[in-house]
């Protein structure tokens, strides 16, 4: 009988397939890609409500954000750490990151909502190339669509290369 390291090291040796690597590797590349964004851009969006009560706060998140005060949510008088559109982006990030599971298991909702964020994202640019100026409310709904689509587009960017490298992988077999 072989002694549990060498059984360890021919299970080690034994050729992965490639379909089954690439598949390993999607499964990785989705955690990693949703661990990647989606924390950050809750925690964002969670620290501009907090800098209108934690002094200190506000000039960190001017790395994220103009912070231009008209377009800023200010409670009680103080403004939050981030505008309406950018609190609304790391929020829809933060929503697609926490609903991409979800999403996965009900592909018809995702048809409805992937064109549905992508059409707002789309009039958000409009607006701003026309130089429309709206409140902050519609502001903070479309930064929202605009999180969710750049977050979709990013996935689908992830999942065509992933099909792209399982493809090469099978042609291979």
């Known amino acids: 009988m072989a002694s549990p390291t060498a059984q360890v090291r021919q299970v080690a ?39 209108s009560i934690v002094p200190g706060l506000r000039p960190a998140l001017s790395l994220f954000c103009h912070q231009i005060e008209a377009r800023t949510f200010c409670p009680d008088g103080r403004p939050m750490g981030l505008c309406a559109r950018c609190t609304g982006v790391y929020l829809g990030v933060a929503a697609a990151w926490v609903g991409f599971g979800w999403l996965k298991r009900h592909p018809a909702a995702l048809r409805v909502l992937e064109p549905a964020s992508y059409a707002i994202a789309a009039l958000s640019v409009l607006l701003y190339l026309a130089g429309v100026e709206v409140g902050n409310w519609p502001r903070f709904g479309l930064g929202i669509s605009f999180g969710l689509a750049a977050a979709l587009v990013l996935w689908r960017a992830r999942q065509w290369v992933l099909w792209r490298h399982d493809r090469g992988a099978e042609e291979t077999a």
């Open 13 to 51: 040796e034994l050729p992965i397939p490639p379909k089954s690597a690439a598949r390993a590797g999607a499964a990785f590349g989705q955690l990693y890609f949703l661990h990647l964004v989606g924390p950050p851009s809750l925690a964002l969006a969670a620290s501009s409500a907090a800098a």
